[in-house]
Protein backbone atom coordinates (compact mmCIF):
# COMPACT_ATOMS: atom_id res chain seq x y z
CA UNK A 1 0.00 0.00 0.00
CA UNK A 2 1.47 3.44 -0.61
CA UNK A 3 1.98 5.15 2.22
CA UNK A 4 2.61 9.43 2.71
CA UNK A 5 4.90 10.42 5.36
CA UNK A 6 3.57 12.58 8.07
CA UNK A 7 5.61 15.57 9.00
CA UNK A 8 5.98 16.68 12.90
CA UNK A 9 6.41 20.22 10.97
CA UNK A 10 7.02 18.98 7.47
CA UNK A 11 4.86 16.24 5.84
CA UNK A 12 6.90 14.73 3.05
CA UNK A 13 5.71 11.78 0.42
CA UNK A 14 7.40 8.82 0.20
CA UNK A 15 6.00 6.96 -2.76
CA UNK A 16 2.29 8.18 -3.37
CA UNK A 17 3.13 11.06 -5.29
CA UNK A 18 6.83 8.81 -6.84
CA UNK A 19 9.04 11.48 -4.93
CA UNK A 20 12.07 9.70 -4.38
CA UNK A 21 14.55 10.55 -1.31
CA UNK A 22 17.09 11.89 -3.57
CA UNK A 23 14.76 14.57 -5.04
CA UNK A 24 13.70 15.71 -1.47
CA UNK A 25 17.45 15.70 -0.71
CA UNK A 26 17.74 18.04 -4.22
CA UNK A 27 15.47 20.57 -2.54
CA UNK A 28 17.01 20.95 0.67
CA UNK A 29 20.34 20.19 0.58
CA UNK A 30 22.39 22.85 2.01
CA UNK A 31 24.84 21.56 4.12
CA UNK A 32 23.97 21.82 7.96
CA UNK A 33 27.26 23.04 10.26
CA UNK A 34 29.06 20.49 12.57
CA UNK A 35 27.51 22.51 15.95
CA UNK A 36 24.18 22.39 14.62
CA UNK A 37 24.56 18.20 14.06
CA UNK A 38 26.45 18.40 17.65
CA UNK A 39 23.14 19.81 19.15
CA UNK A 40 20.47 17.78 17.30
CA UNK A 41 22.13 15.13 18.53
CA UNK A 42 22.49 16.28 22.32
CA UNK A 43 18.74 17.68 21.88
CA UNK A 44 18.30 13.69 21.38
CA UNK A 45 17.42 13.12 17.85
CA UNK A 46 18.81 10.99 15.08
CA UNK A 47 20.78 12.65 12.59
CA UNK A 48 21.75 9.75 10.34
CA UNK A 49 19.36 10.46 7.59
CA UNK A 50 16.61 13.10 6.59
CA UNK A 51 19.14 15.98 7.95
CA UNK A 52 18.87 19.28 6.50
CA UNK A 53 18.89 22.88 6.16
CA UNK A 54 15.45 23.91 5.55
CA UNK A 55 14.01 27.45 5.44
CA UNK A 56 14.82 28.91 8.47
CA UNK A 57 15.18 25.70 10.64
CA UNK A 58 16.63 22.63 10.35
CA UNK A 59 14.82 19.73 8.91
CA UNK A 60 15.84 16.74 11.25
CA UNK A 61 14.12 12.95 10.66
CA UNK A 62 12.28 14.50 7.51
CA UNK A 63 9.75 15.81 9.67
CA UNK A 64 10.30 17.69 11.82
CA UNK A 65 11.76 21.61 11.13
CA UNK A 66 13.26 23.39 13.86
CA UNK A 67 15.30 26.60 15.00
CA UNK A 68 18.08 27.29 16.41
CA UNK A 69 16.80 28.20 18.99
CA UNK A 70 13.92 25.83 19.59
CA UNK A 71 17.14 23.09 19.95
CA UNK A 72 18.58 24.67 22.58
CA UNK A 73 15.45 24.31 24.25
CA UNK A 74 15.25 20.83 23.93
CA UNK A 75 18.75 19.91 24.94
CA UNK A 76 17.62 21.48 28.62
CA UNK A 77 14.24 19.28 27.70
CA UNK A 78 16.49 15.72 26.89
CA UNK A 79 17.74 15.73 30.44
CA UNK A 80 14.04 14.50 31.36
CA UNK A 81 13.61 12.45 28.29
CA UNK A 82 12.84 8.33 29.07
CA UNK A 83 13.21 5.44 26.68
CA UNK A 84 10.39 4.80 24.65
CA UNK A 85 8.32 2.21 23.04
CA UNK A 86 5.81 1.90 20.02
CA UNK A 87 3.10 4.11 22.22
CA UNK A 88 1.29 6.89 22.48
CA UNK A 89 3.66 9.48 23.34
CA UNK A 90 3.65 13.26 24.22
CA UNK A 91 6.39 15.81 24.37
CA UNK A 92 7.41 17.30 27.70
CA UNK A 93 6.11 20.37 26.00
CA UNK A 94 1.94 21.32 26.82
CA UNK A 95 -0.54 23.79 26.28
CA UNK A 96 -1.78 25.61 29.64
CA UNK A 97 -5.01 24.33 30.02
CA UNK A 98 -5.57 24.43 33.76
CA UNK A 99 -8.76 24.11 33.87
CA UNK A 100 -9.84 24.52 30.54
CA UNK A 101 -8.61 27.06 27.81
CA UNK A 102 -10.01 27.81 23.94
CA UNK A 103 -7.83 27.11 21.23
CA UNK A 104 -9.10 29.81 18.21
CA UNK A 105 -8.05 28.28 14.83
CA UNK A 106 -7.92 30.20 11.71
CA UNK A 107 -8.25 28.38 8.38
CA UNK A 108 -7.05 30.46 5.42
CA UNK A 109 -9.99 31.45 3.23
CA UNK A 110 -7.86 30.69 0.04
CA UNK A 111 -8.70 27.15 1.01
CA UNK A 112 -11.73 25.60 -0.92
CA UNK A 113 -15.09 24.33 0.64
CA UNK A 114 -13.62 20.58 0.94
CA UNK A 115 -11.00 21.66 2.87
CA UNK A 116 -12.75 23.92 4.53
CA UNK A 117 -15.19 21.20 6.06
CA UNK A 118 -11.96 19.20 6.65
CA UNK A 119 -11.12 21.35 9.20
CA UNK A 120 -14.58 22.01 10.49
CA UNK A 121 -14.49 17.88 10.62
CA UNK A 122 -11.01 17.96 12.32
CA UNK A 123 -11.93 20.20 14.87
CA UNK A 124 -15.26 18.43 15.98
CA UNK A 125 -13.34 15.45 16.51
CA UNK A 126 -11.06 16.57 19.02
CA UNK A 127 -14.50 18.58 20.83
CA UNK A 128 -16.24 15.56 20.70
CA UNK A 129 -13.59 14.53 23.50
CA UNK A 130 -14.74 17.25 25.73
CA UNK A 131 -11.54 17.54 26.37
CA UNK A 132 -9.64 20.70 28.18
CA UNK A 133 -9.38 22.22 25.50
CA UNK A 134 -11.63 23.61 23.09
CA UNK A 135 -11.17 23.97 19.22
CA UNK A 136 -12.85 27.25 17.89
CA UNK A 137 -12.90 28.32 14.45
CA UNK A 138 -12.43 32.50 14.19
CA UNK A 139 -12.35 34.35 10.87
CA UNK A 140 -9.38 35.99 11.36
CA UNK A 141 -5.29 34.99 11.90
CA UNK A 142 -4.92 37.96 14.28
CA UNK A 143 -7.99 36.61 16.54
CA UNK A 144 -6.03 32.69 16.46
CA UNK A 145 -4.08 31.27 18.38
CA UNK A 146 -3.58 28.47 15.77
CA UNK A 147 -3.25 29.86 11.90
CA UNK A 148 -3.53 27.51 9.23
CA UNK A 149 -2.03 28.96 5.44
CA UNK A 150 -2.26 27.81 2.37
CA UNK A 151 0.97 27.73 0.34
CA UNK A 152 1.94 26.15 -3.13
CA UNK A 153 4.80 24.87 -3.40
CA UNK A 154 5.70 21.89 -6.21
CA UNK A 155 7.68 19.73 -4.25
CA UNK A 156 7.07 16.63 -2.18
CA UNK A 157 6.23 18.85 1.10
CA UNK A 158 2.68 18.53 1.87
CA UNK A 159 2.58 20.83 4.96
CA UNK A 160 4.63 22.64 7.54
CA UNK A 161 3.82 23.50 10.89
CA UNK A 162 5.45 25.01 13.44
CA UNK A 163 6.75 22.41 15.86
CA UNK A 164 5.80 21.64 19.74
CA UNK A 165 4.39 24.21 22.49
CA UNK A 166 6.26 26.69 24.48
CA UNK A 167 5.62 29.11 26.78
CA UNK A 168 2.43 26.99 27.66
CA UNK A 169 0.93 28.06 23.72
CA UNK A 170 0.57 25.73 21.25
CA UNK A 171 3.07 26.15 17.83
CA UNK A 172 2.29 28.36 15.31
CA UNK A 173 1.54 28.62 12.19
CA UNK A 174 0.45 25.23 10.27
CA UNK A 175 1.01 25.46 6.75
CA UNK A 176 -0.72 22.96 3.68
CA UNK A 177 0.46 22.72 0.57
CA UNK A 178 -2.20 23.45 -2.14
CA UNK A 179 -0.31 21.67 -4.81
CA UNK A 180 -1.57 18.25 -3.31
CA UNK A 181 -4.62 19.92 -1.18
CA UNK A 182 -6.84 21.60 -3.78
CA UNK A 183 -10.37 21.74 -5.30
CA UNK A 184 -9.54 18.98 -8.05
CA UNK A 185 -8.18 16.28 -5.07
CA UNK A 186 -10.17 16.22 -2.45
CA UNK A 187 -7.90 13.82 -0.75
CA UNK A 188 -9.63 11.84 2.52
CA UNK A 189 -7.08 12.18 4.35
CA UNK A 190 -7.11 15.83 4.43
CA UNK A 191 -9.10 15.97 7.95
CA UNK A 192 -6.74 13.62 10.01
CA UNK A 193 -3.53 15.84 8.53
CA UNK A 194 -4.94 18.98 9.65
CA UNK A 195 -5.98 16.93 13.22
CA UNK A 196 -2.28 15.54 12.98
CA UNK A 197 -0.76 18.47 12.88
CA UNK A 198 -2.76 20.22 15.42
CA UNK A 199 -1.77 16.83 17.78
CA UNK A 200 1.65 18.47 17.39
CA UNK A 201 1.21 21.69 17.85
CA UNK A 202 -0.15 20.28 21.32
CA UNK A 203 2.48 18.53 22.35
CA UNK A 204 1.86 15.21 20.45
CA UNK A 205 4.77 12.94 19.15
CA UNK A 206 3.82 10.54 16.92
CA UNK A 207 2.42 7.10 18.12
CA UNK A 208 5.14 5.21 16.48
CA UNK A 209 8.08 7.55 16.58
CA UNK A 210 10.34 4.59 18.00
CA UNK A 211 9.52 2.17 14.79
CA UNK A 212 8.57 3.61 12.08
CA UNK A 213 7.96 0.60 10.35
CA UNK A 214 4.54 0.05 12.01
CA UNK A 215 3.18 2.60 9.84
CA UNK A 216 5.35 3.49 7.11
CA UNK A 217 6.42 0.16 5.74
CA UNK A 218 9.65 0.51 5.31
CA UNK A 219 11.12 -2.40 6.74
CA UNK A 220 15.01 -2.38 5.68
CA UNK A 221 15.63 1.27 6.70
CA UNK A 222 18.14 1.02 9.23
CA UNK A 223 17.01 4.59 10.59
CA UNK A 224 13.71 3.79 11.62
CA UNK A 225 13.98 5.14 14.83
CA UNK A 226 13.49 8.81 15.35
CA UNK A 227 15.66 9.06 18.09
CA UNK A 228 14.64 9.68 21.87
CA UNK A 229 13.85 13.12 21.23
CA UNK A 230 14.38 16.64 22.73
CA UNK A 231 11.07 17.13 23.60
CA UNK A 232 10.38 14.38 25.84
CA UNK A 233 8.54 11.28 24.34
CA UNK A 234 6.58 10.56 27.82
CA UNK A 235 4.29 7.89 27.50
CA UNK A 236 0.96 8.09 28.29
CA UNK A 237 -0.24 5.27 30.70
CA UNK A 238 -3.91 3.63 29.48
CA UNK A 239 -2.22 3.40 25.96
CA UNK A 240 -1.10 0.09 24.50
CA UNK A 241 2.33 -0.99 24.71
CA UNK A 242 2.14 -2.60 21.30
CA UNK A 243 1.56 -0.28 17.82
CA UNK A 244 -1.63 1.44 17.63
CA UNK A 245 -3.00 0.99 14.10
CA UNK A 246 -4.66 3.57 12.68
CA UNK A 247 -4.13 6.37 15.54
CA UNK A 248 -4.29 10.03 14.18
CA UNK A 249 -0.25 10.30 15.45
CA UNK A 250 1.21 7.54 13.06
CA UNK A 251 4.12 9.11 11.14
CA UNK A 252 2.85 7.55 8.12
CA UNK A 253 -0.76 7.09 6.24
CA UNK A 254 -2.35 5.65 3.50
CA UNK A 255 -4.28 9.02 2.60
CA UNK A 256 -7.15 7.58 4.44
CA UNK A 257 -9.51 9.19 6.79
CA UNK A 258 -8.58 8.41 10.52
CA UNK A 259 -10.77 9.51 13.38
CA UNK A 260 -9.55 9.19 16.58
CA UNK A 261 -9.17 5.40 18.03
CA UNK A 262 -9.95 4.13 21.57
CA UNK A 263 -6.31 4.76 22.29
CA UNK A 264 -6.23 7.56 20.81
CA UNK A 265 -8.82 8.97 22.91
CA UNK A 266 -7.42 7.68 26.19
CA UNK A 267 -4.34 10.19 25.39
CA UNK A 268 -6.33 12.71 24.42
CA UNK A 269 -8.16 12.47 27.87
CA UNK A 270 -4.94 11.68 29.64
CA UNK A 271 -2.81 14.63 28.87
CA UNK A 272 -6.07 17.34 28.56
CA UNK A 273 -8.77 16.20 30.84
CA UNK A 274 -12.16 17.95 31.31
CA UNK A 275 -12.45 19.49 34.94
CA UNK A 276 -14.18 17.23 36.86
CA UNK A 277 -17.76 17.11 36.68
CA UNK A 278 -20.42 15.32 39.07
CA UNK A 279 -21.41 12.49 38.14
CA UNK A 280 -25.44 12.71 37.34
CA UNK A 281 -28.81 10.63 36.56
CA UNK A 282 -32.04 11.83 34.53
CA UNK A 283 -35.13 10.29 36.28
CA UNK A 284 -38.51 10.45 34.82
CA UNK A 285 -40.83 12.72 36.01
CA UNK A 286 -43.88 10.95 35.58
CA UNK A 287 -43.04 7.28 36.51
CA UNK A 288 -41.46 6.54 39.78
CA UNK A 289 -38.02 5.16 40.30
CA UNK A 290 -37.46 5.05 36.48
CA UNK A 291 -33.85 6.25 35.46
CA UNK A 292 -32.30 6.67 32.05
CA UNK A 293 -29.93 3.81 30.98
CA UNK A 294 -27.70 3.54 28.36
CA UNK A 295 -25.64 0.17 26.78
CA UNK A 296 -22.56 1.31 24.47
CA UNK A 297 -20.85 -1.99 25.17
CA UNK A 298 -20.95 -2.63 21.29
CA UNK A 299 -19.91 1.26 20.54
CA UNK A 300 -16.47 1.87 19.86
CA UNK A 301 -16.51 3.49 16.38
CA UNK A 302 -18.33 6.64 14.87
CA UNK A 303 -20.98 5.90 12.77
CA UNK A 304 -24.18 7.76 10.97
CA UNK A 305 -26.96 6.01 12.30
CA UNK A 306 -25.75 6.01 16.13
CA UNK A 307 -25.54 2.50 17.46
CA UNK A 308 -26.12 1.04 20.90
CA UNK A 309 -29.15 1.10 23.23
CA UNK A 310 -30.79 3.81 25.26
CA UNK A 311 -33.82 2.47 27.07
CA UNK A 312 -35.19 2.82 30.76
CA UNK A 313 -33.87 0.93 34.01
CA UNK A 314 -35.61 0.79 37.40
CA UNK A 315 -33.35 2.58 39.97
CA UNK A 316 -29.86 3.83 38.74
CA UNK A 317 -26.42 1.38 39.03
CA UNK A 318 -23.52 1.93 36.27
CA UNK A 319 -25.40 2.33 33.05
CA UNK A 320 -27.71 4.93 34.76
CA UNK A 321 -24.62 7.51 35.61
CA UNK A 322 -23.75 10.29 33.09
CA UNK A 323 -21.42 13.05 32.32
CA UNK A 324 -23.18 16.13 31.18
CA UNK A 325 -19.84 18.44 29.46
CA UNK A 326 -21.03 22.25 28.42
CA UNK A 327 -20.12 23.19 24.73
CA UNK A 328 -19.22 26.84 23.50
CA UNK A 329 -22.43 27.35 21.87
CA UNK A 330 -24.41 27.10 25.24
CA UNK A 331 -25.47 23.20 24.85
CA UNK A 332 -24.28 19.83 26.57
CA UNK A 333 -23.13 16.75 25.49
CA UNK A 334 -24.16 13.96 27.63
CA UNK A 335 -21.50 10.91 27.79
CA UNK A 336 -21.90 7.49 29.83
CA UNK A 337 -19.76 7.15 32.82
CA UNK A 338 -19.87 3.32 31.83
CA UNK A 339 -18.56 3.32 27.89
CA UNK A 340 -16.53 6.53 27.90
CA UNK A 341 -16.79 9.00 24.71
CA UNK A 342 -20.10 6.89 24.15
CA UNK A 343 -22.80 9.82 23.96
CA UNK A 344 -26.45 10.81 23.86
CA UNK A 345 -27.82 10.88 20.18
CA UNK A 346 -31.21 12.18 19.13
CA UNK A 347 -32.46 11.46 15.45
CA UNK A 348 -35.81 13.47 15.02
CA UNK A 349 -36.17 13.01 10.82
CA UNK A 350 -39.61 13.41 9.91
CA UNK A 351 -41.07 13.87 13.09
CA UNK A 352 -43.18 16.79 12.74
CA UNK A 353 -45.82 16.50 15.06
CA UNK A 354 -46.89 15.36 18.94
CA UNK A 355 -47.29 11.72 18.35
CA UNK A 356 -48.85 9.30 21.59
CA UNK A 357 -45.59 7.02 21.29
CA UNK A 358 -42.98 9.90 20.45
CA UNK A 359 -40.93 8.94 17.68
CA UNK A 360 -37.68 9.57 16.13
CA UNK A 361 -34.35 7.46 17.58
CA UNK A 362 -32.73 7.79 21.11
CA UNK A 363 -29.29 5.98 20.79
CA UNK A 364 -25.80 5.77 21.63
CA UNK A 365 -22.68 7.91 19.30
CA UNK A 366 -19.03 7.35 19.61
CA UNK A 367 -18.29 10.76 20.24
CA UNK A 368 -20.31 14.07 20.32
CA UNK A 369 -20.68 15.85 17.01
CA UNK A 370 -23.93 17.71 15.94
CA UNK A 371 -26.95 15.31 17.24
CA UNK A 372 -25.69 14.84 20.20
CA UNK A 373 -25.99 18.41 21.33
CA UNK A 374 -28.64 19.45 23.35
CA UNK A 375 -30.44 22.50 25.26
CA UNK A 376 -31.31 22.03 28.91
CA UNK A 377 -33.76 23.93 30.56
CA UNK A 378 -34.98 23.87 33.90
CA UNK A 379 -38.61 24.32 34.34
CA UNK A 380 -40.41 25.98 37.54
CA UNK A 381 -41.03 22.84 39.03
CA UNK A 382 -37.62 21.90 39.24
CA UNK A 383 -37.35 19.41 36.23
CA UNK A 384 -35.46 19.30 33.26
CA UNK A 385 -36.20 19.24 29.11
CA UNK A 386 -33.53 18.00 27.01
CA UNK A 387 -33.77 19.49 23.55
CA UNK A 388 -32.32 18.46 20.67
CA UNK A 389 -29.84 20.95 19.10
CA UNK A 390 -30.02 19.80 15.73
CA UNK A 391 -34.08 19.28 15.51
CA UNK A 392 -35.68 22.12 16.67
CA UNK A 393 -38.56 21.77 19.38
CA UNK A 394 -38.06 17.87 19.48
CA UNK A 395 -37.33 16.98 22.66
CA UNK A 396 -36.32 13.19 24.38
CA UNK A 397 -38.92 11.45 25.90
CA UNK A 398 -39.10 8.38 28.27
CA UNK A 399 -41.81 6.09 28.39
CA UNK A 400 -41.05 3.69 31.96
CA UNK A 401 -44.83 2.40 31.92
CA UNK A 402 -43.89 -1.28 31.89
CA UNK A 403 -40.69 -0.36 33.96
CA UNK A 404 -41.54 -1.51 37.36
CA UNK A 405 -38.49 -3.58 38.89
CA UNK A 406 -35.00 -4.61 38.14
CA UNK A 407 -34.47 -6.17 34.38
CA UNK A 408 -31.03 -6.87 33.03
CA UNK A 409 -31.51 -5.12 29.56
CA UNK A 410 -33.38 -2.66 30.46
CA UNK A 411 -36.94 -1.93 29.54
CA UNK A 412 -39.41 0.67 28.89
CA UNK A 413 -38.88 3.34 25.53
CA UNK A 414 -36.37 6.33 25.47
CA UNK A 415 -36.84 7.75 21.95
CA UNK A 416 -38.20 11.64 21.11
CA UNK A 417 -41.04 13.89 20.90
CA UNK A 418 -42.36 17.00 18.97
CA UNK A 419 -42.83 19.73 22.30
CA UNK A 420 -42.43 18.99 25.83
CA UNK A 421 -45.17 16.81 27.44
CA UNK A 422 -45.40 15.13 30.74
CA UNK A 423 -43.16 12.34 29.34
CA UNK A 424 -40.49 14.64 27.97
CA UNK A 425 -39.42 15.84 31.50
CA UNK A 426 -36.72 14.66 33.84
CA UNK A 427 -35.62 15.16 37.50
CA UNK A 428 -31.49 15.81 36.71
CA UNK A 429 -29.28 14.65 40.32
CA UNK A 430 -27.26 16.58 41.28
CA UNK A 431 -29.01 19.23 40.01
CA UNK A 432 -27.30 20.82 36.32
CA UNK A 433 -27.97 24.30 37.89
Known amino acids: MKKIVYAILVLLCTVVFSCHEDE ?11 D ?46 KNARTQHYRTTNLVT ?7 HVYMDAAFDSYMQNSFITALANYNSLNLSLTFLSVSSAAAADISIYAFYEVSSTLGISAGFPTAGNPANPIYLNTYYYNSSTSRPDAPTVIAHEIGHAIGFRHTDYMNRTFSCN ?6 NNEGSAGVGAVHIPGTPTTPSAESWMLACSSNTYRPFTTSDVTALRAVYPHASVPVRTIRSAVFSN ?34 FYPQVDGTYAIESVQFPNVFLRMDGTGLTAPSDIGGGTANCQYGSFAQERFYIVKLSDGTYTINSKTYPNIYLR ?36
Open 36 to 81: IISKIQRAGFDTSEGLSKYRDGYLIEYDILLTEEQIDELIEENENS
Open 398 to 433: MDGSTVTGPLDNGGGVVNCQYNAFAQERFYISPDLF
Open 218 to 223: RPNDPN
Open 97 to 103: ASPARTI
Open 24 to 34: VQDQKSDAVPE
Open 290 to 323: VYMRMDGSNVTAAVGQGSGLVNCAYGANLYERFN
